[in-house]
């Protein structure tokens, strides 16, 4: 976006302007793992990184962003997250009909919203790029009393997520529960 004008990256250096869920995506995208019906993306503070947030495969997918903005699907050992472990991705339970993503401000943490879930999850990010989900109940925030996840009101269809302007808050938007909570 230049001034308001709106265009699609060519493909260059091995980054491309689309990256789709399937060989057989619409003008020769990249072949992405685990992007089916993505809701929500999110750009990492220096840039490097872009993460998909999909409802329908219930994942959360990391990009390398190269120069210009164009795109390439990390290859990296943790590369996506989903799940059901969709594609090769890590199985992490709770991540079912992710609708939001959001990165932390200092660029060291990536959330997501999960609406069938009814918590959010934590993600330490990777060197790479590559995301790891926090262990323990520190990664999880759960409407219901889980395993691994800490209990707290107002999850029920997370669907939203926002980070404060100083990057000491998170807040997310639930449906169901018709509420914002922090």
């Given amino acids: ?16 302007g689309c990256v ?6 619409p003008d020769n995208c990249q072949d992405g793992r685990a992007l089916s019906g993505p809701h929500s993306v999110a ?8 993460y998909a947030a999909t409802f329908s495969d219930g ?7 190269g120069a210009g903005g164009r795109l390439r ?3 990296g050992p943790n590369a996506c997250a989903d799940a059901s472990g ?9 991540l079912q009909n992710s609708r939001s993503v959001v990165v932390s401000r200092s660029g060291n943490d ?20 590559g ?4 262990p323990g109940a520190t990664g999880c925030v759960s409407e219901t009393a889980l395993a691994d996840c800490t209990t707290a009101r107002g999850q029920s269809s997370a669907f939203g997520l926002s980070t404060s302007p100083d990057g000491e808050h998170l807040y997310l938007a639930a449906f169901n529960s018709n509420s914002i909570t922090e």
């Avoid at 976006?1 to 491309?16: E, K, M, N």
């Avoid at 990536?110 to 790029?129: C, E, I, K, M």
């Fill in 1 to 16: 976006v230049t001034d308001g004008i709106l265009t699609q990256l060519d493909d260059s250096g091995g980054f491309f």
């Fill in 131 to 134: 995301i790891v989900r926090h």
């Fill in 110 to 129: 990536v959330y997501t919203a999960s609406q069938t879930g009814n918590r959010t999850l934590a993600f330490d990010r990777q060197s790479d790029g």
């Fill in 59 to 65: 994942s959360l997918v990391s990009l390398d962003r």
């Fill in 73 to 75: 699907m990390n290859t």
């Fill in 43 to 50: 750009v990492t503070p220096n840039g490097s990184s872009v």
């Fill in 86 to 94: 969709t594609d090769g991705c890590t199985t992490v339970d709770g």
């Fill in 20 to 25: 789709a869920n399937t060989t057989a995506a």
